[in-house]
């Protein structure tokens, strides 16, 4: 028998119970759909924190003092028995492929002008730090390149230090004081939101030196190194680990790159669409429930039927065939109606509701697809070799 | 009709066609077994998360240097302030009648050696009450002495698996390990339960605090600890907190202090969320299976036209018939209910068998949501095949056809 | 045409074993038309699935145009239903989701043939027994007589050469029940197999060969 002309049997037998085809191909519909509509978010949320580790650029090499202790947490933050010192990262941008070496501290200090105050992240950096983060400035201009000892008292203001301590005036040129010292303004940083809970607009940039005495500290809490584009970033943190163990005798330090960030990031959450996906396929688990049980319904009802194909010819791999596509059709139709629906639905959801990120994992549905017209092939199999296995005299002379 | 009768006459029915009814139940079962275990697992992680806060006893609080007035983000864990919280503001605090327990803690990398062997772990420079207040069980030995914590003898503590690694299974009570460029006698062991907060104390070593500001050359704590006298005291503890670092830190509130329970609270909210949604998604599959139950009772209902013809003529009124269809709608979801229900039981204690130290819980709330949520499907799916048997019309439902 | 040597078919009812079919021999040439009497439990009906290879006996022989049928596999036997064999049943089998053509369609389905050459058959078909304007229709808005002229054409569309009729009358009126008659005469007129089982008695006697059954036993056969 052509493989057309079995489709156009089973559609005729579908298109007879409009009814019961629609429901039953719903049952389908509400699994797949809430399999895509699932992956979708999982996969917006995946996006935009993928997006969030990415706005700084990605060819960031980030080293910290310290071995990576075991409580997760970089030496950086807590005390260490090794300074990473202001040389150190001079040093580092000798090697080659380094672009930029941005030494970093970072505390928070009360901030005061006049008479306002306001407590914010204080970052300590080099005049590097707008290229290697992919910062603009909005005013003014950033620190200047002076050598870092004798960096002069000047800093530049986030976005949201502006508008609470300088509401009305021009901040460029005016004085503040953090913790006990003085410094002039002589940049306003560029809107940048919040990147991981972390508000960057609330943030003040002075001089790293400026900022170890300010914090009293003799190491920093970490160096961000830019690299060329391009460049094997495996060599390259290969050079800067033998050339910081060359300077400090050992290696007290921990380097991490971005791409090591965004591939255990990316994993994680690879997992949780993966979870995510699983829960949404237990309705579609009970949408093949749903398809067996019209199926077998379908045999039962036609049981003389059967018994008539076998009396024309029809040999029991015809008749099995014909009821396995028919359980495939409803399957296939659902699944591709729980695509449209889920698709939609995600789609309207991120009209109307921008913030939510949503990306549409096409492998889930695909996969989604697959699963749908595998279940309906498991679950039309039983009921279709039954109808086939039925003794024709018999099947004929049913009710 | 009587209800008895009603259900009585909807089962024999059901009965009737085994498979078919099997299957419903199966495919309800499914539905409210899910949401039963995903929901038990939920609150199991909850109980978990809770219960590992709560092991530290209700009634601390945790001193942080520093202060942030970006409202609604994580509390300022990074970065150091200017003026640093010194042992002296943690011996202070001890004036208020609301604080019980006070102990400094400074933390630190440093690698830790005995003979040959040697291992970079993290130091925690503490005093005596640390382990009254974080609960801390010493296998061998003692904890740090009460002494003056601006005094620092060179003992330590090891961690569960630091020891481990650096004397294997010999006693290492009276021995010297070098800490950084110090050397220290081993006085006490800690127990290998010994985590919370993702501190992991078992790869950890703690000296006294005096000690550690020597080994790291710094006076700043990393945080102070604080318990109160008793949960009513946490409110008064936590002002007389703020009042005395600032009166020692010159009229400025630069310190932030956050309460346990504020915490667990934060986490018990976030676990509570996350159970919902959860256990919704799995309550997807129930929709599906109500599905099913109307896609059912449509065929039984057109492949009972003269059954149901043969009611009408008995005299069974719109109501009784309607009444029958929708009573077998619900015999088919609430049993299928008590199945999954049952299924979920016995899966959430299969999962306690095999997750020992996880608290699984069947919650009473997910039992009641999904048994009315079956009720509701049953009823709600039943409702238009039950109301297409009614309004048949007898003398066309007799003839067939 | 065909030779049934010594077939015993037996079906187990409870714990008692009903011989349906007892030692029967029968040979039937080509071209003959034969009608199968007797009360019912005779036997005349599984003895036309036996001969329909719907069934298949406990033991003898079936030799059909001097093939050994017996031995063949569900698939073969299946193979030969469809191209050896025409059924016609007493309430019609109509598949009562597909049209008229449709049902014609579906032996011609069943080995393959393309569409085009197919609705060329049907028509052919449709028109020998008088309802090519019919073709559009579903079963249930057709006669009876209607109906079971459908299913005749359908079992001719293979062309078989056996045609086993089964009460092909006991669900319509006697007019409607003449002219399936005289159409299934025809038929076997352009030298096609007929066998007929039936109660009528008037309707056996037209037959030019008559085969009486009682107890799954032949007890009379006379031309």
Redesign the interface.
């Known amino acids: ?2 493989s ?2 079995y489709m156009r ?1 089973a559609a ?2 579908l ?2 119970n409009k009814m019961r085809s629609f429901l039953t191909a719903l049952g389908i519909t509400v699994g797949i759909a809430a399999v895509v509509l699932l992956t979708s978010l999982g996969g917006g949320v995946q996006q935009y924190m993928l997006g969030q580790f990415t706005q700084f650029g990605a060819h960031i090499i980030a080293v910290n003092p310290g071995k990576t202790s075991t409580i997760g947490l970089s030496g950086a933050i807590i005390s260490n028995v090794r300074p990473l010192t202001l040389d150190d990262a001079a040093s580092l941008e000798q090697l080659n492929g380094v672009l930029t070496a941005v030494p970093i501290v970072q505390g928070n200090l009360p901030v005061e002008t006049g008479n306002r105050s306001r407590w914010t992240m204080v970052l300590g950096v080099n005049h590097q730090a707008p290229q290697t983060w992919q910062f603009k400035i909005a005013q003014g201009q950033f620190l200047p390149d002076e050598p870092a000892e004798q960096a002069r008292n000047l800093s530049v203001i986030g976005h949201k230090i502006k508008t609470e301590l300088f509401p009305d005036t021009n901040p460029l040129g005016k004085r503040i004081r953090i913790g006990q010292e003085r410094y002039r303004v002589i940049g306003v940083m560029e809107e940048k939101g919040q990147i991981l809970g972390i508000d960057l607009d609330d943030a003040v940039y002075i001089p790293a030196h400026r900022g170890m005495a300010l914090f009293n500290r003799e190491s920093l809490m970490e160096v961000d190194i830019l690299y060329r584009a391009g460049w094997n970033e495996d060599k390259l943190v290969k050079a800067i680990k033998k050339h910081l163990i060359r300077r400090h005798g050992a290696e007290d330090f921990t380097i991490n790159t971005q791409s090591d960030m965004l591939g255990t990031l990316g994993s994680i959450l690879n997992i949780l669409t993966a979870v995510v996906a699983g829960l949404g396929s237990i309705s579609l688990v009970v949408g093949g429930v749903g398809i067996f049980t019209i199926m077998s319904i379908a045999v039962n009802e036609r049981i ?2 059967i ?12 008749v099995t065939l014909m009821f396995l596509l028919e359980a495939t059709f409803l399957s296939g139709l659902g699944g591709i109606a729980g695509m449209l629906t889920g698709l939609g639905v995600a789609w309207l959801l991120h009209a109307f509701i921008p913030a939510l990120p949503v990306n549409v994992e096409w492998n889930y549905v695909l996969l989604a697809e697959v699963i749908a017209i595998f279940t309906g092939i498991i679950a039309g199999l039983l009921p279709a070799r039954r109808a086939a296995a039925l ?3 018999d099947a ?1 002379r049913s009710e | 009709m009587r209800i008895l009768d009603t259900l009585n006459f909807s089962q024999t029915t059901l009965r009737a066609y085994p498979a078919r009814t099997a299957l419903i139940l199966l495919a309800m079962a499914i539905g409210v077994a899910s949401v039963i275990i995903l929901t038990s697992l939920g609150e199991g992680a909850r109980n978990y998360v809770t219960g590992q806060f709560r092991s530290l006893g209700t009634h601390l609080l945790f001193i942080l240097p520093g202060r942030s007035e970006t409202t609604g983000g994580l509390p300022p864990l990074l970065g150091t302030s200017p003026r640093d919280l010194t042992i002296d503001d943690a011996i202070a605090l001890k004036q208020s009648p609301a604080i019980r327990h006070v102990a400094p803690l400074l933390l630190g990398n440093a690698p830790v050696s005995h003979a040959s062997r040697e291992r970079e772990v993290t130091v925690l420079g503490s005093s005596n009450e640390m382990q009254v207040i974080m609960t801390l069980e010493v296998i061998m030995g003692k904890f740090l002495p009460a002494e003056n914590p601006r005094i620092g003898s060179p003992v330590c503590v090891l961690g569960d698996k630091l020891y481990h690694e650096l004397f294997g299974n010999r006693n290492p009570i009276g021995e010297w390990v070098r800490i950084g460029s110090y050397r220290y006698r081993v006085i006490g062991v800690l127990g290998d339960k010994e985590r919370a907060f993702g501190f992991d104390n078992s790869d950890a070593v703690i000296i006294p605090v005096a000690s550690a500001q020597t080994m790291f050359n710094k006076t700043s704590l990393f945080r102070i600890l604080v318990k109160a006298s008793s949960a009513d005291a946490l409110d008064r503890a936590k002002e007389d907190v703020l009042r005395i670092i600032r009166q020692r830190h010159e009229g400025e509130d630069d310190v932030t202090v956050i309460r346990q329970d504020a915490l667990i609270g934060t986490f018990d909210e976030i676990l509570k969320i996350l159970t919902w949604v959860v256990a919704g998604i799995a309550a997807i599959s129930l929709i599906v299976a109500g599905i099913l139950i109307m896609n059912v009772m449509l065929v039984s209902v057109s492949q009972r036209r003269a059954e149901i013809g043969l009611l009408k003529a008995l005299g069974a009124s719109t109501r009784e018939v309607l009444q029958l269809f929708l009573s077998e709608a619900l015999i088919l979801s609430l049993a299928g209910g008590v199945i999954g229900l049952g299924i979920g039981f016995v899966g959430a204690q299969a999962l306690q068998v095999w997750l020992p130290d996880f608290p699984v819980q069947v919650p009473l709330w997910s039992i009641i949501a999904a048994l009315l949520v079956t009720l509701i499907t049953g009823l709600a799916f039943g409702l238009i095949p039950a109301r297409q048997a009614a309004r048949l019309d007898p003398v066309i439902a007799l003839a067939g ?1 | 045409m065909i030779k049934l040597r010594d077939i015993c078919r037996n079906f187990q009812v409870g714990d008692e074993t009903v011989h349906a079919l007892d030692q029967v021999t029968l040979d039937i040439a080509a071209g003959d038309y034969i009608s199968v009497m007797g009360p019912s439990g005779s036997g005349k009906s599984t003895l036309l ?1 036996m001969l ?1 290879l ?2 298949m006996p406990n033991s003898g022989s079936y030799l059909f145009e001097n093939k050994e049928l017996t031995k063949l596999s ?2 073969k036997r ?6 050896k ?1 025409g ?1 016609i ?1 007493q309430s019609f ?1 109509l ?4 049209t008229a053509a ?1 049902n014609l369609e ?2 011609l ?4 043939m ?2 085009a050459k197919r609705r060329v058959l049907v028509q052919e078909a449709l028109a020998s027994v008088g309802l090519e304007d019919r073709a559009h229709h579903l079963p ?1 808005q057709l006669s009876g007589g209607q109906q079971q002229r459908v299913a005749i054409a ?1 079992a001719m569309i ?1 062309k078989p050469p056996l045609l086993l009729a089964d009460e092909p009358t006991g669900n319509l009126d006697t007019h409607s029940g003449d002219e399936i008659i005289k159409t299934l005469e025809v038929l076997n007129q352009t030298g096609i197999t007929l066998i007929v089982v039936t109660h009528d008695l008037e309707l056996g006697q037209r037959a030019g060969r008559t085969i009486q059954m009682v107890d799954g036993k032949v007890v009379h056969d006379e031309s």
């Not at chain 1, 018994?307 to 791999?317: I, V």
Request: proline share 8%; net charge positive.
């Open positions: 028998m052509r057309a002309d049997l005729t037998s298109k007879f003389r039927e018994g008539l194909l076998r009396a024309l010819g029809a040999s029991r791999t015809q003794p024709p005299v004929l | 056809k | 699935n329909g719907l069934d569900e698939e299946a193979r030969f239903r469809r191209e064999i059924f049943f089998h598949v009562p989701r597909l449709g579906l032996p389905m069943l080995t393959g393309l569409p249930k359908r293979m």
